[in-house]
């Protein structure tokens, strides 16, 4: 099944985003409020620190572009969850189904970016990328255990697909979570289902 969306996102787009505004209908009906709800409880709940960990609000936006465009090429060698336009940027905010967030310094610059794409099976789909001058802090590692806490309290399964070659991405993922490879997919990636561990976050 994930092999046939990925091939319905990436060759016949209209058909994506078809049922992706279906999807977000009903999402919004059914789960919405749940899903934020747990937001809400795990951010309060991180401990105070030189970052902070946040939603994505409309007056982020141009902040998250300046983001994108000062990441080096490679950055976006296993990350392309979507386009990084302010069209798009804009866009995914106003999604009830798409959850974006974004990691602060105490310049209020954004240094790390989060993600959760959420659907009406009670599946989610995670992504995350931090700016190479900060990486080796564990902020990976806490948006890790941010994404793994907000489904749980939700009663979602997460999910991810992640290239065999991205060894930092899994093992960012193994120190936060147990990983079972659901399936194989084209071009050396894996199809990934997180489950819990006994540890807690930060």
């Keep these: 099944m994930i092999k ?5 996102k990436h060759k016949i787009p209209f058909l994506w985003d078809i049922s992706n505004t279906i999807n977000d209908i009903i999402f919004m009906m059914f789960y919405e409020s749940r899903i934020k709800n747990s937001i809400s409880k795990v951010l309060k709940s991180i401990p105070e620190s030189t970052f902070s960990f946040r939603t994505i609000e409309k007056t982020d936006i141009d902040r998250l572009y300046t983001f994108f465009q000062q990441q080096e090429k490679s950055a976006f060698d296993y990350f ?11 866009k995914l905010l106003k999604s009830h189904s798409f959850f974006m967030f974004g990691v602060f310094n105490m310049e209020n610059q954004i240094v790390g970016y989060f993600f959760l794409r959420c659907f009406i099976n009670r599946k989610a789909f995670r992504g995350k990328i931090v700016d190479k001058a900060y990486q080796g802090q564990g902020l990976a590692k806490k948006m890790g255990y941010i994404l793994s806490d907000i489904c749980w309290k939700s009663n979602f399964r997460l999910f991810a697909t992640i290239s065999k070659n991205n060894t930092a991405s899994i093992s960012s993922s193994k120190a936060v979570n147990q990983i079972q490879v659901v399936k194989e997919l084209p071009d050396n990636y894996i199809y990934i289902e997180y489950s819990q561990k006994n540890n807690t976050c930060c």
């Design 80 to 90: 392309k969850p979507h386009s990084f336009d302010k069209n798009t940027l804009e």
């Design 4 to 8: 046939y969306l990925l091939h319905i």
